[in-house]
Structure formats: C-alpha cells, structure tokens
C-alpha cells in the first residue's frame, strides 16, 4: 500500500522558521520526482515546490521562493520542506505529493494525507 | 504564470445526470492537463492525466477531453459518492491550479 505521511506542522509566529518531513513507502520513492502541494482552509490548492527524484532539478512558487527549501533523502524515503520568515498568509495544510513516473505526463499521483501549518501571533 | 479558468465554481445536480465541467487555460498548454477530485476533509485524488487519459482504479463515467487552452470533465451518469470539489492542474510550465467546482447531489 503506498502511504505519505508527513509531519512538522503545528503553531507558529509571524517570522519564524518549521522544517516539514513526508515519508514515503509502498513505491520506489527514489525514481519520483516529489512536491509539496499546500492548500490555505477553506481555499483552492497552490502548488508550493518541486524536486526530482536525484535532486537535480529543483522549483519554487514565487511565493515561497528565497524562504522555503524542499529536500529529499532517498537511503530513507523521505522528503523535507525547510520554511522561513512565515508568514500569515503560508497557514495552510500541506501536501507531500509524488509525481507520476519519470518520463511520463507529469501529474500527482500520490497524496499524503495533510499537515497543517498555522501563522500566527 | 499560466491562469487557469474553471466554471462553474459550483452546481447542483441529480443522481444519474451528465454533468461537465470546462477548465480555460490563458495559453496553450498542448496537452498538460490533470483533473483531480477532492472530498471535503481528504487529500485530492487524480482522476484524468493528460488531458483524456484515465487514471488506473477510477470510474469509466469519468472522462477528460480538449486540448490547447480549452479542456472539460464529464462525469457520464452522477453517483452520491461524486459529490466532491474538482480542480483542473496545468503541468505545460509551473504548475498552476484551478480554483475549483463544487458538485453537490
């Protein structure tokens, strides 16, 4: 069965920094490029970062971008997303996402099931 | 970035109706187009890659078509377990979603 399950979110201050883990099994986490897909309550999904699956090609929203840094370590399955200088609006669940097969259409396949992160004094 | 345009935002329809949802791009994006359903409190579940292609384990009454800047979701005969929110996804530059229709039953 393929589970991501991350973890990391929780209460912060306007400012402040949270490091986000996802790990994955059930399928070659390795040989996927993975993401991080978040969603603010009761809004629309925003995709957040990219990496692929030898860390060699790495993207970022420009919303994030210069304050996040997404990370992965295939020996254990996991993915990570480093967040800096939060603000208000970066409260929202986040998604750790695997994409399709390397070489085909380029989709998210694989859901976790949510962390949420809240911004706030 | 690229915009994407759903529509509607939300209806309202009867079991076993056809029900179609459209998604605009503001250019071109061939064929790079997901479609995703998501159930109040789940995470979002792929239904449609590529424009038209099925993903594996999901319901033959969905269907994906259209290519260029205008696509659209058809969900052939409407079951109680549709009723979910539904977002088109771009995957031709970076990634950018739908804002989202909500189907109610």
């Known amino acids: 069965e393929v589970q991501l399950v991350e973890s990391g979110g929780g209460l912060v201050k306007p400012g402040g920094s949270l490091r986000l883990s996802c790990a994955g099994s059930?399928?070659?986490?390795?040989?996927?490029?993975m993401n991080w897909v978040r969603q603010s309550p009761g809004k629309g999904l925003e995709w957040v970062s990219s990496?692929?699956?030898?860390?060699?090609?790495?993207n970022y929203a420009a919303s994030v971008m210069g304050r996040f840094t997404i990370s992965r370590d295939n020996a254990n399955n996991s993915l990570y997303l480093q967040m800096h200088s939060l603000r208000d609006e970066d409260t929202a669940v986040y998604y750790c996402?695997?994409?399709?097969?390397?070489?085909?259409?380029?989709?998210?396949?694989?859901w976790g099931q949510g962390t949420l992160v809240t911004v706030s004094s | 970035d690229i915009q994407m345009t759903q529509s509607p935002s939300s209806l309202s329809a009867f079991v076993g109706d056809r029900v179609t949802i459209t998604c605009r791009a503001s250019?071109?994006?061939?064929?790079?187009l997901n479609w995703y359903q998501q159930r109040p409190g789940k995470a979002p579940k792929l239904l449609v890659y590529?424009?038209?292609t099925l993903q594996s384990g999901v319901p033959s009454r969905f269907s994906g078509s259209g290519s260029g800047t205008d696509f659209s979701l058809t969900i052939s005969s409407l079951q109680p377990e549709d009723s979910a929110t539904y977002y088109c996804?771009?995957?031709?530059?970076?990634?950018?979603f739908g804002q989202g229709t909500k189907v109610e039953i």
């Open positions: 996804q771009q995957s031709f530059s970076i990634w950018t």
């Open positions: 590529a424009a038209s």
């Open positions: 250019q071109s994006i061939r064929m790079s």
């Open positions: 990496i692929s699956s030898a860390s060699t090609y790495i």
């Open positions: 996402v695997s994409s399709g097969p390397v070489g085909t259409s380029a989709y998210l396949v694989y």
């Open positions: 059930g399928f070659s986490f390795s040989s996927r490029n």
